[in-house]
């Protein structure tokens, strides 16, 4: 039980942070572990088995975090008879069962699903798919936060968005229905890493299929880097 109490802690730290709901700050945490979960910088590089998704971190760094390599989690997941269980059902048997931490769970879950062809890379548990994005930009948290909460700033980098505003938390979180291509949700949130220096994260979720998660993550990209210059030489 200590990696699921690990990972609520981490659920609630985001809430503090963001302002969100239990779910949504889960839900966050979830998808950036099932979307891009980055190597550990710290974590000693390891070999790959071949077919084993990129998403998931050298094959050293699941063991030290886990105590098994990939291959070994993999053959007992096999054991467990997971290619006939849901995504939810192999996360928490990792946890709750083998005491995995949430995130490692995640990750190892997503890798096993791609490699038994359970699931499609960036495929969402529910099916669908989604992109992100994130930026480090020279202004303060609020005046990151207005570049979307404001209509007149949004559309000098991001012009024409068919978007409906449903959320937004002052310099934490914005949320908004996307109605162009690939159609589904941005969610972003925001980060203060000092007055004058920011973060964002935005995820656009409910996408299709793996092209328009792939269009849609470089069409994100161009643009935050559109926001950064807006904000940074104005």
């Not at 990972?7 to 942070?17: G, H, P």
């Not at 979307?35 to 998704?53: F, H, L, Y």
């Not at 990750?107 to 992100?132: H, I, K, L, N, W």
């Not at 000092?194 to 161009?222: C, F, I, Q």
Request: glycine share 8%.
């Amino acid at each position: 039980m200590t990696g699921n109490k690990s990972f609520k802690s981490r659920v609630r730290a985001r809430m503090e942070k963001t302002g969100e709901s239990y779910t949504a700050a889960r839900r966050h945490l979830v998808g950036a572990a099932e979307d891009s979960a980055a190597p550990d910088a710290t974590a000693p590089a390891g070999p790959r088995p071949e077919g084993v998704s990129a998403l998931l971190p050298p094959d050293a760094s699941v063991r030290e975090r886990t105590g098994r390599g990939i291959e070994e989690w993999f053959a007992l997941l096999d054991e467990w008879g997971a290619r006939q269980r849901t995504h939810t059902e192999i996360a928490r048997h990792l946890t709750a069962d083998q005491g995995v931490d949430g995130w490692w769970a995640q990750s190892v879950t997503v890798a096993y699903e791609q490699s038994r062809g359970m699931r499609a890379p960036g495929q969402r548990s529910d099916g669908s798919f989604s992109a992100t994005a994130s930026k480090t930009v020279a202004v303060s948290a609020d005046r990151l936060f207005a570049a979307f909460a404001d209509s007149g700033v949004r559309e000098r980098w991001l012009p024409g968005a068919p978007l409906r505003v449903r959320t937004a938390t002052p310099a934490r979180s914005w949320c908004a229905d996307w109605s162009g291509a690939g159609a589904g949700r941005l969610v972003a949130a925001f980060t203060a890493k000092g007055p004058d220096k920011a973060a964002v994260s935005l995820e656009h979720e409910k996408l299709p299929d793996a092209e328009a998660a792939a269009a849609m993550r470089t069409h994100w990209r161009e643009r935050l880097q559109a926001l950064k210059h807006l904000l940074e030489d104005s």
